[in-house]
Protein backbone atom coordinates (compact mmCIF):
# COMPACT_ATOMS: atom_id res chain seq x y z
CA UNK A 1 0.00 0.00 0.00
CA UNK A 2 1.12 3.53 -0.95
CA UNK A 3 1.10 6.31 1.47
CA UNK A 4 0.30 9.85 0.53
CA UNK A 5 3.73 11.92 1.18
CA UNK A 6 2.67 15.24 2.92
CA UNK A 7 5.08 18.07 2.12
CA UNK A 8 5.53 20.19 5.49
CA UNK A 9 5.65 23.65 2.96
CA UNK A 10 1.57 22.97 1.51
CA UNK A 11 -0.93 22.30 4.02
CA UNK A 12 -3.35 19.39 3.47
CA UNK A 13 -5.87 20.16 1.08
CA UNK A 14 -9.18 18.68 0.88
CA UNK A 15 -12.23 19.49 -1.86
CA UNK A 16 -16.05 19.53 -0.76
CA UNK A 17 -18.76 20.22 -2.89
CA UNK A 18 -19.91 23.10 -3.41
CA UNK A 19 -22.64 25.21 -1.91
CA UNK A 20 -24.94 28.93 -2.84
CA UNK A 21 -23.07 30.39 0.20
CA UNK A 22 -19.66 29.91 -2.04
CA UNK A 23 -20.96 32.19 -4.49
CA UNK A 24 -18.93 35.23 -3.00
CA UNK A 25 -15.99 33.64 -3.59
CA UNK A 26 -16.28 31.84 -6.67
CA UNK A 27 -17.63 35.31 -8.02
CA UNK A 28 -14.38 37.10 -7.03
CA UNK A 29 -12.17 34.39 -8.43
CA UNK A 30 -14.47 34.77 -11.60
CA UNK A 31 -13.66 38.07 -12.08
CA UNK A 32 -10.04 37.98 -11.06
CA UNK A 33 -8.04 39.52 -13.93
CA UNK A 34 -5.73 36.59 -14.41
CA UNK A 35 -8.47 34.53 -14.16
CA UNK A 36 -10.67 35.85 -17.05
CA UNK A 37 -7.42 36.46 -19.25
CA UNK A 38 -7.11 32.96 -18.92
CA UNK A 39 -10.58 31.93 -19.39
CA UNK A 40 -12.24 30.85 -22.43
CA UNK A 41 -14.85 33.23 -21.88
CA UNK A 42 -12.93 36.65 -20.66
CA UNK A 43 -15.86 38.94 -20.26
CA UNK A 44 -16.61 40.57 -16.87
CA UNK A 45 -19.29 37.79 -15.41
CA UNK A 46 -22.04 40.28 -13.51
CA UNK A 47 -23.49 39.56 -10.17
CA UNK A 48 -27.07 38.07 -10.87
CA UNK A 49 -25.07 36.72 -13.81
CA UNK A 50 -22.79 34.69 -11.67
CA UNK A 51 -25.84 33.73 -9.46
CA UNK A 52 -27.87 32.01 -11.94
CA UNK A 53 -25.13 30.14 -13.15
CA UNK A 54 -23.98 28.83 -10.03
CA UNK A 55 -27.43 27.85 -9.57
CA UNK A 56 -27.75 26.16 -12.00
CA UNK A 57 -23.89 24.61 -11.97
CA UNK A 58 -25.02 23.49 -8.63
CA UNK A 59 -28.31 21.92 -10.11
CA UNK A 60 -26.80 20.09 -12.86
CA UNK A 61 -26.07 16.36 -12.86
CA UNK A 62 -23.26 16.59 -15.27
CA UNK A 63 -21.49 19.11 -13.29
CA UNK A 64 -19.42 18.70 -10.10
CA UNK A 65 -18.44 21.85 -8.47
CA UNK A 66 -16.01 21.75 -5.81
CA UNK A 67 -14.49 24.03 -3.54
CA UNK A 68 -10.73 23.49 -2.46
CA UNK A 69 -9.88 24.03 1.50
CA UNK A 70 -6.71 24.03 3.36
CA UNK A 71 -5.97 24.80 6.98
CA UNK A 72 -6.26 28.88 5.71
CA UNK A 73 -9.70 28.71 4.27
CA UNK A 74 -10.83 28.27 0.77
CA UNK A 75 -8.12 28.23 -2.12
CA UNK A 76 -9.76 27.28 -5.25
CA UNK A 77 -12.58 26.01 -6.74
CA UNK A 78 -12.40 22.58 -8.99
CA UNK A 79 -14.84 21.19 -11.72
CA UNK A 80 -15.61 18.31 -13.78
CA UNK A 81 -18.44 19.15 -16.66
CA UNK A 82 -19.29 15.11 -18.20
CA UNK A 83 -19.82 16.26 -21.75
CA UNK A 84 -20.87 13.18 -23.70
CA UNK A 85 -18.27 10.23 -22.25
CA UNK A 86 -15.59 12.76 -21.02
CA UNK A 87 -15.31 14.68 -17.82
CA UNK A 88 -13.50 17.58 -18.64
CA UNK A 89 -11.61 19.00 -15.57
CA UNK A 90 -11.11 22.95 -14.89
CA UNK A 91 -9.35 25.00 -12.14
CA UNK A 92 -9.15 27.89 -10.63
CA UNK A 93 -6.75 29.05 -7.77
CA UNK A 94 -7.99 32.07 -5.44
CA UNK A 95 -5.43 34.95 -6.93
CA UNK A 96 -3.98 35.74 -3.07
CA UNK A 97 -3.05 31.94 -3.07
CA UNK A 98 -1.28 31.56 -6.43
CA UNK A 99 2.29 30.37 -6.73
CA UNK A 100 2.17 28.67 -3.60
CA UNK A 101 1.40 25.00 -5.07
CA UNK A 102 -1.92 24.95 -4.17
CA UNK A 103 -3.04 24.22 -7.89
CA UNK A 104 -1.37 21.27 -8.30
CA UNK A 105 -2.60 20.31 -4.94
CA UNK A 106 -6.10 20.58 -5.57
CA UNK A 107 -5.69 18.90 -8.99
CA UNK A 108 -3.85 16.05 -7.27
CA UNK A 109 -7.24 15.74 -4.91
CA UNK A 110 -9.54 15.84 -7.81
CA UNK A 111 -7.62 12.56 -9.18
CA UNK A 112 -8.38 11.05 -6.41
CA UNK A 113 -12.16 11.01 -7.27
CA UNK A 114 -11.50 8.51 -9.98
CA UNK A 115 -13.52 10.35 -12.84
CA UNK A 116 -12.60 9.00 -15.84
CA UNK A 117 -11.93 9.36 -19.38
CA UNK A 118 -10.30 12.71 -18.81
CA UNK A 119 -9.18 15.61 -20.38
CA UNK A 120 -8.71 19.40 -19.60
CA UNK A 121 -8.72 22.15 -21.70
CA UNK A 122 -6.19 25.32 -21.47
CA UNK A 123 -5.20 28.46 -23.32
CA UNK A 124 -1.71 27.64 -24.79
CA UNK A 125 -0.30 30.79 -23.08
CA UNK A 126 -1.68 29.68 -19.41
CA UNK A 127 1.64 28.69 -18.44
CA UNK A 128 0.83 28.02 -14.62
CA UNK A 129 -2.24 25.79 -15.62
CA UNK A 130 -0.19 23.77 -18.21
CA UNK A 131 2.56 23.13 -15.57
CA UNK A 132 0.16 21.57 -13.18
CA UNK A 133 -1.42 19.70 -15.85
CA UNK A 134 1.67 17.81 -16.97
CA UNK A 135 3.26 17.92 -13.45
CA UNK A 136 -0.58 15.78 -12.50
CA UNK A 137 0.40 13.23 -15.68
CA UNK A 138 -1.43 14.70 -18.38
CA UNK A 139 -0.45 14.48 -21.51
CA UNK A 140 -0.82 16.68 -24.79
CA UNK A 141 -3.03 15.07 -27.07
CA UNK A 142 -4.91 17.71 -29.19
CA UNK A 143 -4.07 21.53 -30.15
CA UNK A 144 -7.14 23.47 -31.21
CA UNK A 145 -8.19 26.57 -33.01
CA UNK A 146 -8.00 29.95 -30.17
CA UNK A 147 -5.09 28.90 -28.72
CA UNK A 148 -6.46 25.54 -26.92
CA UNK A 149 -4.74 22.91 -25.98
CA UNK A 150 -6.28 19.53 -24.92
CA UNK A 151 -4.26 17.74 -22.42
CA UNK A 152 -5.56 13.94 -21.76
CA UNK A 153 -4.86 11.89 -18.55
CA UNK A 154 -4.12 8.50 -19.63
CA UNK A 155 -6.92 6.21 -17.77
CA UNK A 156 -5.09 4.44 -15.22
CA UNK A 157 -3.97 8.09 -13.82
CA UNK A 158 -7.83 8.79 -12.82
CA UNK A 159 -7.76 6.15 -10.81
CA UNK A 160 -6.63 6.39 -7.17
CA UNK A 161 -5.22 3.23 -6.71
CA UNK A 162 -3.57 2.55 -9.47
CA UNK A 163 -1.24 5.72 -9.90
CA UNK A 164 0.25 6.21 -6.37
CA UNK A 165 2.53 9.49 -7.52
CA UNK A 166 -1.11 11.49 -7.78
CA UNK A 167 -0.80 11.29 -3.86
CA UNK A 168 2.29 13.18 -3.41
CA UNK A 169 2.53 16.70 -2.00
CA UNK A 170 5.01 18.14 -3.98
CA UNK A 171 5.41 21.70 -4.19
CA UNK A 172 5.37 22.99 -8.04
Known sequence: MTRAIPNPIIPAMRLRPAELSDLSNLFLWRNDAVTRQNSFHS????LL???QWLEASLANPSRFLYIAENEEGPVGTVRFDKVKDIYEL???VAP???RKGY???MVQEALKLGRAPLVCLIRSF???SIKIALACGFVLAETREQDT???KLPSAQSKPTAH????LRIQA
Open 43 to 46: NFVP
Open 49 to 51: DHT
Open 90 to 92: SWT
Open 96 to 98: EHR
Open 103 to 105: GRT
Open 126 to 128: NQP
Open 149 to 151: LVF
Open 164 to 167: PQSQ
